[in-house]
């Protein structure tokens, strides 16, 4: 990076967030500093709602997700616009009718005070985990790639958007977020159009033959994380969970100008969020193509880790798998153009034979891969060998021309800053609606105190993050992280609001025990295919099983009980 992208990148991120603290300074109302302003329109509420959703991992770790995997991790959103729709017709006019800040609220009057401090306790944990997640995403990456220090980068990264967040609250998030999502669209399209430019004229049959736009897997496999039936059935449930019950999503369409606005904001995710997602996978799987035409390869995508290790006293064998895949990586060059020539000519048995010694290369390619990894981790083990995380930035920053790279820079901090605002916010507002408030009313006449209160638990959750990034580190791609640890703690949650909504005789024992039931399952589940991994199944599974349970453990419990509920609220 030299003084351009420097400008560039410091330019954008604190113009932003100056433009968005200065904008709401004066943000003095808990309605408006929870809910933001009431005229706010469809168009920003769309916007908000995706950004909080698409963080920098979607932006970072996707694409190093389909160069490993290829693109049907796509089928992960299938379920998402069925998902949204009901979301519109169920959940968002019942939030609206009651007015409420937060969807627990509503768990609050429907059940009993208990379910509604569960409902809180299980959004707080996991979207607190997730916040840390957040921040720790492109920090690490980043502060590997370009040489800054971590802690640092981290620090940066978090009290900037804690400024703007604690200042003006959803206020401030919305107005933002939209400006965030301009240079993400920009920056994004921009890096697409160059790769495009730089790949053959073949690169959409390369990518095919190699494997990687196998979009849709129909095998009935439990195992396989990501095949038609997960993503319909487990990535309904999820997105239900994540759109219709965790408080950072309902937070943004809630506050809106009416009833038509929040819906038609939803509606823009279910039209936009599969292609923007294809489009970031389409551009993975394009990196693959790119990246075997290109004479110095990789063979470990953080470069940084692994010079520090072959530089050193031990890493003559590192050397050594660096020099042999390189070799295989002219070979496997050579055999793609043949392979590309032939199919050009019509030759369907050439072809074929043409086909078999490239994808032997590519095994041959992925073997070696695979070795160095096992050979970086035998000279230390504590270091991360999950290296798709680092693909696009190594593209950004060897491909990219000055200015350029600082762009796609302030992109990944724009999405790490939009999606920490909005958890921050949601955070903020949940501990004081479902837990301050609960143990100490709020100030009727005192609205300085409220806001004041409102601060205090965004600047601490904030904090929260900050400190949780700082110690914590994933094997896994860090897009499957974040699904991974909702997948978890969401089941049961979405489970309880389902039995607000269409269970009317269940009462509120009986929803809380039934989630705590739920939980547990989901836990055990999860753990048990850890231990023994023949019997691991994909966690998008996870979702349809925890809501299930909670809802046939609430109806046995309820009769069980054999009490009748109490009344329940109306909308």
Wanted: net charge positive; aromatic share 14%.
């Amino acid at each position: 990076m030299n003084w351009i992208d420097w400008l560039v990148l410091v330019g954008t991120m604190v113009g932003i967030a100056a433009y968005g603290t200065w904008r709401t300074r004066h943000t003095r109302n808990l309605h408006t500093y929870l809910k933001g302003n009431a005229n706010t329109g469809w168009l920003t509420i769309g916007l908000s709602v995706m950004a909080t959703q698409a963080s920098t991992i979607t932006y970072l770790s996707l694409p190093g997700q389909a160069f490993e995997s290829g693109i049907d991790f796509i089928q992960n959103y299938f379920g998402l616009p069925l998902a949204l729709i009901v979301v519109c017709v169920v959940f968002l006019p019942i939030y609206r009718k009651l007015g409420v800040y937060t969807a627990y609220e509503y768990l609050g009057q429907r059940f009993d005070a208990k379910t509604r401090l569960l409902g809180a306790a299980l959004f707080l944990l996991q979207r607190g985990l997730q916040a840390g997640i957040t921040i720790y995403a492109p920090a690490i990456i980043l502060s590997t790639v370009l040489g800054w220090r971590l802690d640092l980068t981290i620090l940066f990264t978090g009290l900037v958007v804690v400024v703007y967040t604690v200042t003006g609250g959803s206020a401030a998030v919305n107005l933002t977020q939209k400006w965030q999502m301009g240079v993400i669209f920009v920056g994004m399209v921009t890096a697409f159009i160059i790769l495009v430019c730089k790949l053959p004229p073949d690169a959409t049959h390369i990518a095919g033959a190699l494997g990687k736009l196998q979009g849709v897997d129909f095998t009935p496999d439990l195992k396989r994380r990501y095949t038609f039936w997960s993503g319909i059935l487990g990535g309904f449930f999820l997105s239900l969970s994540y759109f219709g019950t965790d408080q950072s999503q309902v937070q943004r369409y809630i506050g809106g100008a009416a009833l038509r606005e929040g819906r038609l904001g939803l509606m823009f995710n279910a039209m936009f969020k599969i292609p923007m997602q294809f489009f970031i996978v389409l551009l993975g799987a394009l990196l693959f193509v790119f990246y075997q035409f290109q004479p110095n390869t990789p063979v470990f995508f953080n470069q940084t880790e692994w010079q520090r290790h072959a530089r050193g006293p031990q890493g003559a064998e590192l050397r050594t798998l660096e020099t042999r895949f390189a070799a295989v990586q002219a070979e496997k060059q050579e055999r793609i153009r043949a392979w590309v020539a032939v199919r050009a000519r019509g030759d369907a048995t050439a072809e074929s034979a043409a086909r078999a010694a490239m994808m032997e290369s590519h095994r041959t390619a992925n073997d070696l891969r695979q070795q160095a990894r096992s050979a970086l981790l035998a000279l230390d083990p504590t270091v991360k060998t999950k290296d798709s995380d680092y693909v696009f930035i190594t593209f950004i920053l060897t491909q990219l021309p000055h200015g350029l790279v600082g762009l796609l820079i302030a992109v990944m901090f724009a999405s790490a800053l939009s999606s920490k605002a909005g958890e921050l916010n949601a955070l903020g507002t949940t501990s004081t609606i479902d837990l301050w408030r609960h143990f100490r009313p709020l100030a009727v006449h005192d609205e300085a105190r409220n806001v004041r209160n409102a601060k205090w638990f965004t600047a601490l959750w904030g904090g929260f993050a900050i400190g949780f990034a700082l110690f914590i580190g994933f094997a896994e791609n860090l897009i499957e992280a974040l699904n991974i640890v909702a997948s978890i703690f969401y089941p049961s949650l979405l489970g309880v609001f389902c039995v607000a909504f269409f269970c009317k005789r269940v009462g509120g024992s009986a929803v809380f025990w039934a989630a705590i039931a739920a939980q547990l399952i989901v836990l055990i589940i999860f753990f048990a295919g850890k231990i023994f991994p023949h019997y691991e199944i994909g966690y998008l599974w996870l979702n349809p099983i925890g809501c299930a349970g909670c809802i046939v453990f609430s109806l046995i419990f309820q009769l069980a009980f054999g009490r009748r509920p109490p009344a329940i609220p109306r909308p």
